[in-house]
């Protein structure tokens, strides 16, 4: 009952409803002067998204941090974000919605450690363009959102927006490479590996946090597996489990709906008392002291 109450306080039914029913792919056109602007509540979706802001200023919380994007910022949001629009006056932006599926059917796939690495740690997941690349990319966004109107029944239209859709990815992955904020990508045996290890990690965290336990999985020792996530993400393992564990206890934490003792059942670990200790050990404070400076109404 909790978690059914959890996922409908941090999750966008509509949103997701209509991402399905166009195909895993959406561009939106937003104003904070429409009525239905977007939702004051706190939501998580399990879609990608990129977001342009064309006008004004927009105030947000991503994973609980406070952001504030300006006008020509780009904002790129990975799957099972947390993130709460607060009151935002006289804003205009821009917005590209694609879930998994949409990337697999085309036959898209994201390096899943090089992600990790560009969008996980603090800025790095928006930056500021030039007059001239906010040209470039609104230009690139206003395309494909006009494809994405035009009529199904038209010509090879799949095609076309799909085409308008990796000109959009492929000028962004540019404009990282230009302002020296993005590796290039890469396949190659260590990339491979780590994106075998996250996938494996994002399934299994909540009930498995043991670097050995995926290094079995993976076939290789748990030595190697960290050398290997290092080098990757720059980070080992083990820090890459405990910052998913914690992202996930935050977020079960900072709603009402679960009290600490439920939030650590909820997350495998053997009473309330150990997870209290790692807890404090990743972050500094207390549950019950996170808890009550980041609550969330219901």
Not at 7 to 15: A, L, M, N, W
Not at 48 to 77: C, P, S
Not at 217 to 245: F, N, W, Y
Request: charged fraction near 25%; proline fraction near 3%; aromatic fraction near 10%.
């Amino acid at each position: 009952m909790q978690q059914q109450l959890l996922d409908k306080t941090f999750s966008e039914k509509s949103h997701e409803e209509a991402l399905s029913l166009n195909g895993g792919l959406m561009a939106k056109i937003h104003h904070s002067s429409d009525p239905h602007y977007c939702s004051s509540e706190p939501f998580r979706i399990s879609s990608y998204a990129l977001i342009l802001i064309t006008k004004g200023k927009m105030n947000l919380r991503i994973n609980f941090v406070e952001h504030v994007l300006n006008q020509r910022d780009i904002l790129l949001i990975f799957p099972q974000a947390i993130y709460e629009i607060r009151e935002n006056s006289d804003v205009s932006f821009i917005s590209i919605h694609f879930n998994k599926s949409y990337l697999k059917t085309r036959g898209v796939f994201f390096n899943t450690g090089e992600a990790y690495r560009m969008f996980q740690d603090g800025p790095k997941h928006k930056f500021s363009l030039s007059k001239e690349d906010y040209t470039f990319i609104y230009y690139d966004m206003l395309a494909l959102h006009k494809k994405l109107n035009t009529s199904k029944d038209t010509p090879q239209i799949k095609n076309i927006v799909h085409n308008s859709f990796l000109e959009l990815l492929y000028d962004l992955f540019l404009l990282k490479n230009k302002q020296k904020d993005a590796v290039p990508l890469v396949h190659d045996s260590k990339t491979e590996l780590t994106n075998r290890f996250l996938s494996l990690v994002s399934e299994h965290f909540r009930k498995e946090k043991r670097v050995i336990y995926y290094a079995n999985c993976l076939r290789i020792t748990p030595r190697h597996l960290s050398q290997v996530v290092k080098q990757v993400t720059d980070r080992t393992a083990g820090e890459v489990i405990d910052e998913i564990v914690i992202r996930e206890a935050k977020l079960l934490l900072t709603s009402h709906v679960m009290n600490i003792s439920e939030v650590a059942m909820a997350l495998h670990f053997s009473n309330s008392s150990f997870f209290g200790k790692y807890f404090k050990k990743q972050t500094g404070i207390t549950p019950s002291e996170y808890k009550l400076s980041n609550n969330i109404a219901v």
